[in-house]
Antibody, heavy 113, light 112 residues
């Protein structure tokens, strides 16, 4: 069974960074793309970008190019997303997903001083 | 970016009745491979999204055949033949043909 387990909720101060993790079991992430999606409170879904864990190649939505950094560690079958220069507007739930079919449970990131 | 326009914004349907959601894209979703990467997802309250349909009309594993997808180019439809209580939530269309991938704004299905 494919499962994606995301790290716990984060509280970050404005201007700082947080790094989220997404550990996959039941599937080798080398054989897929890892997508990240966010959802601001009460809003819809927004695609942030994806990484090919086999070679580290990334594609980002334009608005997240200087906000998010996607990485992956194939030895631990885990993907990561670092969010930098946090602003209150970054407060959201962040999901990881493979094939856009299997999704993590989501992690709440709250930006507050 | 490709704009995905979903209608209606909300839908109130009685159990056992059909439901239909439209999704229109601002440009063709036919990719260079000839495939059309149009997906439908359901997000139940408090849960992660769950993909129901991919490549316009292919049902994901475990999805009942009450759900069906159709359409081509820029015009797509999700139909539920007989709504059940478990179907409530927000439905999103998602295009994966052009970068960045983009979602529709969502259609909230409520039970009448």
């Amino acid at each position: 069974e494919v499962q994606l387990q995301q790290s716990g909720a984060e509280l970050g101060k404005p201007g700082t960074s947080v790094k989220l993790s997404c550990k996959v079991s039941g599937y080798n992430i080398r054989n897929t793309y890892m997508h990240w999606v966010n959802q601001r409170p009460g809003k819809g879904l927004e695609w942030i970008g994806r990484i090919d864990p086999a070679n580290g190649n990334t594609i980002y939505a334009e608005k997240f190019k200087s906000k998010a950094t996607l990485t992956a560690d194939t030895s631990s079958n885990t993907a990561y997303m670092q969010l930098s220069q946090l602003k209150s507007d970054d407060t959201a739930i962040y999901f990881c997903a493979i094939w856009l079919s299997y999704w993590g449970q989501g992690v709440m990131v709250t930006v507050s001083s | 970016d490709v704009v995905m326009t979903q209608t209606p914004v909300s839908l109130s349907v009685a159990i056992g009745q059909p439901a239909s959601i439209s999704c229109k894209s601002s440009q063709s979703l036919v990719g260079t491979s000839g495939k059309t990467y149009l997906n439908w997802l359901l997000q139940r309250p408090g849960q992660s999204p769950k993909r129901l349909i991919y490549l316009v009309s292919k049902l994901d594993s475990g999805i009942p055949d009450r759900f069906s997808g159709s359409g081509s180019e820029t015009d797509f439809t999700l139909k539920i033949s007989r709504v059940e209580a478990d179907d409530l939530g927000v439905y999103y269309c998602l295009q994966g043909t052009h970068f960045p991938y983009t979602f529709g704004a969502g259609t909230k299905l409520e039970l009448k």
